[in-house]
C-alpha cells in the first residue's frame, strides 16, 4: 500500500483462469476500504464492481493489473488486461450477452450482468479494448457526494 498527497493507492494482479483465487482481490479491497473507515454503501458498490471486474479477468483474459487509488474525492480502480480483448463492447455491455462456456455456466457465471453491474455501481464508467491485446476498464465512485446524502 502507498500513501501519498495523491491519496492512497494499492496494486493487484490477477491471474486469468486462475478459479481458485478468483474473488480474493475484491475481498481484498474491501477490507481494505473497511479499515479507512470508507461508508458501507460505497464499500459494496466498489466490491461489487472490482468483483464483476476480477472475475472477467479470470473467465476470460490471461492476467490483469488492477490499481486502486482512493483520494478525499474519490476512489479510482484502473483494470489494464492482456488478453483477446472485446471485439465489441456495445454488444458486450448488454444485459444478457456472454460468451462464458457451459463449465462456466455450470459454476454460475455467464448471466451476462457483469459489466451493466460494474457500469451501475460506477459514477463512472470507461471501458476500451483492443482486439487481441486486452481490455481496459476504468471506475470512479465518489466520495464526498455520498458522505453528504
Ligand atoms: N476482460 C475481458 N476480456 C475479454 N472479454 C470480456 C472481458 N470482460 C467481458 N468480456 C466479454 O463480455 C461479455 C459480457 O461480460 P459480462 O461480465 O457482462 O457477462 P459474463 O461475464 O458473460 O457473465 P456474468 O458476469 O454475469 O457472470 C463476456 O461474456 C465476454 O464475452
Ligand atoms: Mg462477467
Redesign the pocket.
Known amino acids: 500500500m502507498m500513501s501519498d498527497e495523491n491519496g492512497l493507492s494499492h496494486r493487484f494482479e490477477i491471474n486469468g483462469h486462475d478459479f481458485s483465487n478468483a474473488g480474493r482481490i475484491s475481498t481484498n479491497i474491501k477490507a481494505i476500504l473497511q479499515e479507512i473507515g470508507i461508508h458501507s454503501s460505497i464499500v459494496v458498490r466498489t466490491a461489487i464492481a472490482s468483483y464483476?471486474a476480477e472475475?472477467?479477468?479470470v473467465?476470460?483474459?490471461h492476467r490483469a493489473v488492477l490499481t486502486l487509488n482512493i483520494t478525499p474525492e474519490k476512489l479510482h480502480l484502473k483494470l489494464e488486461?492482456e488478453?483477446?480483448?472485446?471485439e465489441n463492447i456495445d454488444l458486450?455491455m448488454k444485459e444478457g450477452?456472454?460468451?462464458?462456456t457451459d463449465e462456466m455456466r455450470e459454476m454460475g457465471?455467464?448471466?451476462?450482468?457483469?459489466?451493466?453491474n460494474i457500469k451501475k455501481n460506477a459514477d463512472k464508467f470507461e471501458i476500451s479494448s483492443i482486439p487481441g491485446k486486452g481490455?481496459s476498464i476504468d471506475i470512479t465512485i465518489c466520495l464526498d457526494k455520498t458522505e453528504k446524502k
Open positions: 464483476e472475475m472477467n479477468v473467465m476470460y483474459a488486461d488478453g483477446p480483448g472485446i458486450a450477452f456472454s460468451t462464458a457465471f455467464g448471466a451476462g450482468m457483469g459489466l451493466p481490455t
